[in-house]
C-alpha cells in the first residue's frame, strides 16, 4: 500500500504522520487513527494500511511529538516495567483535551489539503486512550467529524469534565463504541450512561460489548484476540461505508 511519510505542523511543533492510501489513482474520504497508550509503531501502520486497502486516506499521527524522539515502548512488558509504566504515564497526562482539538484541527487540514484525500468531514478511530481522543474530537470539532469509532477506549465516562460523555450534546458525528469485557476504564454502567448521553442528543451510536479484554483489536497486545479483532474490522468498514461515502 502507497504510505507518505511526512510532517503535520501544530502550534506546539511539528508532528510526524504517516499517510496511508489504496494501491490506485484517486482520492479517498480521509480518516485518522490514533494509537493506543503504546503510541505509533510498526503495528499501526500495518492497520493504517489495513484500513487505507477499503478505500481511504488514513493518517497516523505521533501524539507523544511533543516528546520530541521518544524511544518506542515494548507493550509485552511496558506495564510490568515500573519505570517504563511512569514514563508511559507521564506521556499520557502531558496529552490533554484542548491539545488534541488543537492537534485535529490541525490533522484535518492537512489531509483537506492533500488531493488523495476527498471531502472536508473526516473520520476518527482510535484503540484505548485513540478511542477517548476520537470521541473527544468527535465532540470539541463536530463541523468536521462525520463518524468516530472507540475500540476498547478507556475514560469515555467519569467524572472530570472533559469526559466525552458531557460533549454528547456538541458531536454530529455517527459514533460507534467496541467496548471489551471486564474493563474499568469502561464498564457496563459507563455504557448505560453514554448510550443515554448519546440517545438525548439524537446522535446515532452504536455501543457493543465484545466477549474480549482491553487491547483486543491490536495484534502487539497481550490480550489481542482474533475473532474479536476480526469483527472489529467489519464493523469498521460497514460503519465508515455507511458514514463517510
Not at 142 to 167: I, Y
Amino acid at each position: 500500500m502507497p504510505r507518505i511519510t511526512d510532517t503535520v505542523p501544530t502550534a506546539d511543533g511539528t508532528c510526524p504522520v504517516s499517510l496511508h492510501t489504496p494501491d490506485s489513482q484517486g482520492s479517498w474520504p480521509g480518516i485518522v487513527m490514533y494509537p493506543d497508550a503504546g503510541g505509533v509503531r510498526p503495528t499501526f501502520r500495518a492497520m493504517a494500511d489495513k484500513l487505507a486497502d477499503h478505500g481511504y486516506a488514513v493518517l497516523v499521527p505521533d501524539v507523544y511529538y511533543r516528546d520530541g524522539d521518544w524511544t518506542p515502548f515494548s507493550m509485552a512488558t511496558v506495564f510490568e516495567d515500573e519505570s517504563e509504566r511512569g514514563r508511559l504515564f507521564a506521556m499520557i497526562s502531558k496529552i490533554t483535551p484542548d491539545l488534541m482539538a488543537a492537534d485535529a484541527r490541525a490533522f484535518f487540514d492537512y489531509l483537506s489539503s492533500r488531493e488523495e484525500v476527498s471531502g472536508d468531514s473526516f473520520g476518527t478511530t482510535g484503540y484505548c486512550m485513540g478511542g477517548r481522543t476520537s470521541l473527544i474530537v468527535a465532540g470539541r470539532i463536530p463541523e468536521r467529524v462525520a463518524a468516530a469509532m472507540s475500540f476498547h477506549g478507556g475514560g469515555l465516562v467519569t467524572e472530570d469534565p472533559d469526559s466525552p460523555h458531557l460533549l454528547a450534546g456538541r458531536i454530529r458525528a455517527a459514533v460507534y463504541v467496541g467496548a471489551a469485557q471486564n474493563d474499568r476504564a469502561f464498564t457496563t454502567q459507563d455504557g448505560e450512561t453514554l448510550a443515554k448521553a448519546l440517545t438525548e442528543a439524537g446522535v446515532e451510536h452504536t455501543i457493543e460489548f465484545y466477549s474480549a479484554f482491553h487491547g483486543f483489536a491490536v495484534p502487539d497486545n497481550g490480550p489481542y484476540d482474533e475473532p474479536a479483532a476480526r469483527r472489529h474490522w467489519e464493523a469498521t468498514e460497514s460503519f465508515f461505508a455507511s458514514h463517510l461515502r
